[in-house]
């Protein structure tokens, strides 16, 4: 099994910036990939980046030049740093951990993006 513990969520004001971290511990196998979704009041669930495990990432368009996602393989680690937020980024923000046969998913983390 792997557990993973979001944090950084919180209140930012528009044009700030968070950084997200999710750490995966457990029985974790070396060829897996790690991404972030999020999920807006009245909206669904949409993939937001991607990261492989060698540092491949894609990003939805909403957030290309804006967010960064990236790994520290040596501590199990995604992050994702948010520049320039805005308020329609305002979602809770969960980390996902794939690898062969499974999906993990994080608890979540409350993104608020408000004057």
């Known amino acids: 099994q792997v557990q993973l513990v979001e944090s950084g969520g919180g209140l930012v004001q528009p044009g700030g910036s968070l950084r997200l971290s999710c750490v995966a511990s457990?029985?974790?196998?070396?060829?897996?990939?790690m991404a972030w979704y999020r999920q807006a009041p009245g909206k669904q669930r949409e993939l937001v980046a991607v990261v492989t495990i060698i540092g491949s990432t894609t990003y939805v368009d909403s957030v290309k030049g804006l967010f960064t996602i990236s790994r520290d393989n040596a501590k199990n680690t995604v992050y994702l740093q948010m520049n320039s937020l805005k308020p329609e980024d305002t979602a809770v923000y969960y980390c996902?951990?794939?690898?062969?046969?499974?999906?993990?998913w994080g608890q979540g983390t409350q993104v608020t993006v408000s004057s």
């Open positions: 996902k951990f794939s690898q062969p046969n499974s999906d993990y």
């Open positions: 457990g029985s974790i196998f070396k060829n897996n990939f």
